[in-house]
């Protein structure tokens, strides 16, 4: 058994196609429930994001894990597999801890070191451990992600601007608008996302913020909030989008709703009142919110996560992010080696377990020959006998796991077996040869190509 990811995020494929396998709140559980469904699939939890989604699999093999969970992300976007598998990756293994890491410490977002994926990382975990679809390992393994990130950001100062997604496309508005303070915005959705972009427009200092959901009272308690920091606040109702969006300098869309909830007819209509002033629009939902037909109107401008992505593709990280990435390193070696010495576990319980029998029959056959021996004699002797034998397995035992926690140390184990005979189905360390055989963060096309080449040699 070992973890899989599979996934597809803003490094392997364009924004049209990541709305494709997007996965909204509501549609998690329902994934994670298929998932648990398949036949080499034991444990699981998604991180869907606006640029991510990645699937964190127990899978019993690689190639059969591999189909069970790309065949589900295909199904949910309604594709064709052949359609998806450039797009998505893979890691096995020890390349899929480290890319979990990676991910928590934030040097794989769009933004580099944006803090966001560590909650989005919590409540995915959230999310499945309510489900009941993750077990001790991708508990433990997530509770150690979790830790990473934390460590990175409070030992690097990767995320000291506190940049995320948000704060570039609100970037990007402000050098469009000439600047947002005093000006008036619209923020449709008020979810985790329309948090960031108020917390953001409030520090640029916004004139005013009106706020437009589906639940009237999530957005009135962000309105209320806002007002609480000296920011004038008012909520809008869905039925009257066009109008709020005449009255706006800028809007901001992140509902994580399925269809467009900003359609060209919207904003047409909404232009009509405007008197040519221009509008600024920041799509950051996926699937996007804004019709991309919007765009072409005159007057407006559109920021959104294809836009963001073209910019930020090229953006080097600094002397942080490099810290960051050595972090990242040190603590996978600590996890994998802690993974490596608890796999020995078995096999030094069963050698202390075979010990004992042997004491245990041998004090028998004392027994039978003496049966006059006295009590007391007999139990110093039992003491004495036995604490040989834990002083002679002692080393050996404290040795294997240290071997066993290196890099091809499960080979001292394999040692210890045979050498005392022990029996290597209570002994059976979990480990999977093929987790070497492919190459990390392939993509699933490229996994299943070798997977091909592999067994022509073998019927060869």
Do not use: W
Request: aromatic residues 2%; glycine residues 10%; negative net charge.
């Amino acid at each position: 058994m070992n973890l899989l990811t599979v996934g597809i995020s803003h490094r392997s494929a364009p924004v049209r196609v990541l709305e494709r396998v997007s996965i909204s709140g509501d549609e998690v559980r329902k994934v994670l429930d298929e998932l648990l469904q398949q036949d080499h699939v034991c444990e699981a939890f998604v991180i869907s994001t606006c640029n991510r989604v990645e699937v964190y699999a127990m899978a019993e093999t690689f190639h059969g894990g591999l189909d069970d969970v790309s065949s589900v992300l295909a199904r949910h976007a309604g594709a064709e597999f052949r359609d998806l598998s450039d797009h998505l990756y893979v890691y096995y293994a020890g390349a899929a801890v480290e890319h979990l890491f990676s991910v928590a410490a934030g040097l794989d977002s769009m933004v580099v070191g944006e803090a966001q994926i560590l909650g989005q990382l919590r409540q995915a975990y959230g999310t499945a451990d309510e489900s009941g679809t993750v077990g001790k390992t991708l508990h433990e393994l997530a509770q150690q992600a979790l830790r990473v990130g934390k460590r990175v950001h409070s030992e690097t100062g990767i995320d000291a601007e506190g940049a995320s997604v948000v704060s570039e496309a609100l970037a990007d508005a402000e050098v469009a608008l000439d600047g947002l303070a005093g000006r008036s915005a619209l923020i449709v959705g008020a979810g985790s996302m329309g948090g960031l972009a108020a917390a953001q427009l409030k520090r640029v200092g916004i004139g005013e913020v009106v706020i437009a959901n589906r639940t009237p009272a999530n957005g009135e308690r962000l309105a209320e909030s806002l007002r609480a920091d000296g920011v004038a606040s008012r909520t809008a109702d869905l039925s009257d989008l066009s109008g709020a969006i005449a009255a706006a300098d800028l809007v901001v869309a992140c509902t994580g709703a399925i269809g467009a909830v900003v359609t060209e007819d919207l904003v047409a209509a909404a232009l009509t009142e405007r008197d040519g002033r221009p509008l600024l629009c920041c799509d950051l939902g996926l699937p996007r919110d804004i019709d991309a037909a919007v765009a072409e109107l005159p007057g407006v401008t559109v920021v959104d996560l294809e836009s963001l992505q073209q910019r930020l593709s090229e953006r080097q990280g600094g002397n942080e992010s490099e810290r960051a990435a050595q972090i990242v390193a040190e603590e996978l070696r600590g996890y994998l080696a802690a993974q490596r010495s608890a796999e020995v576990t078995p096999t030094v319980t069963a050698l202390r377990k075979r010990a004992a029998e042997v004491v245990d029959s041998e004090l028998l056959r004392l027994d039978s020959r003496l049966p006059e021996l006295d009590g007391g004699v007999r139990d110093e002797l039992a003491r004495t006998v036995r604490r040989v034998v834990d002083k002679l397995l002692h080393a050996p035992t404290v040795r294997v796991k240290q071997l066993a926690s290196v890099p091809g140390g499960a080979g001292y184990a394999d040692a210890l077996r045979e050498l005392f005979e022990l029996d290597p189905q209570t002994t059976a360390v979990l480990g999977s040869p093929q987790a070497d055989e492919v190459l990390p963060g392939t993509t699933v096309a490229q996994a299943r190509k070798h997977d091909r080449a592999a067994q022509d040699g073998e019927d060869r």
